[in-house]
């Protein structure tokens, strides 16, 4: 249970930046019959991600959804989808497509494109705190008290991420500069070696030649 210092503090992030972190995502477009169009979104390691579309209808086009993530697992998948909802949860940090495809047997051009809608939640959003309240019989404030929590620790989650990140580049901005370091100093003792050298081979020929003594 959090501290009413603890709360604030929280609260006091959520209000501060709630610009920052987007927990909705909606888009609606074209879709031209026999063509794919996929759309991609990062999202954190162990997060609820929820979703609902709805496509046009169309009597001579066939629709097809799939989702999967960078490494080409199918998280969803459902032919002839015109309007429907899924949900998954992520398993690791990473890059997820969601494709919708459109076939049709009479070719571009002879029907006409089907309109997509898609609504994407994930994380807090995703959460049916309906029903949380039926289970733990929670009443109307302790509800929303109970969303404002999740929200704020989603936003101190994304912060230490942000953190780590940065701390991650920074690692691997002073391991480059090091290298650059070290590789310009061998530059420097290669063109001092090849200078050398090119003196005494120089002073050698001359002396060869009885130019110089």
Known sequence: I???RAFMSRLFLLLTFPVLFDFTFSITFYLPVNLRKCLREEIHKDVLVTGEYEVSEQPNAKNNLKITDSSGHILYSKEDASKGKFAFTT???DMFEVCFESKSPLGTGRVTDQLVNLDMKHGVEAKNYEEIAKVEKLKPLEVELRRLEDLSESIVNDFAYMKKREEEMRDT??????RVLYFSIFSMCCLIGLATWQVFYLRRFFKAKKLIE
Not at 173 to 178: A, C, P, Q, V
């Open 2 to 4: 959090m501290t009413p």
């Open 91 to 93: 398993e690791d940090y």
């Open 173 to 178: 901005n002073e391991s480059t500069n090091i």
